[in-house]
């Protein structure tokens, strides 16, 4: 249970947060992508949520960069009528 934790600027490389309860958790400037289990539906309000800061450290915020762009790559945008 992570209920309200305080994750600020945590390196979550690999963690496992399948099942884990993630109401109110902050991951400001964390790298929340880099963890497993996250479903699409929260790594989709994440990345709007918890993009690294102005703040973060340049490399996570080139890493958030770099993974966005691969996620977004991945997806197939419907045409327009």
Sequence with gaps: NLEAAVLRRADLALADLHGAVLTDTDF??????????LSVQLLDE???????????????????TIWLNSRIGGRSVPSQP
């Design 46 to 64: 994440f990345a709007v949520t918890f993009a690294p800061s102005p703040d973060a450290e340049e490399s996570r915020r080139r890493d958030f």
């Design 28 to 37: 400001t400037n964390s790298n929340w992508w880099r963890a497993r289990g």
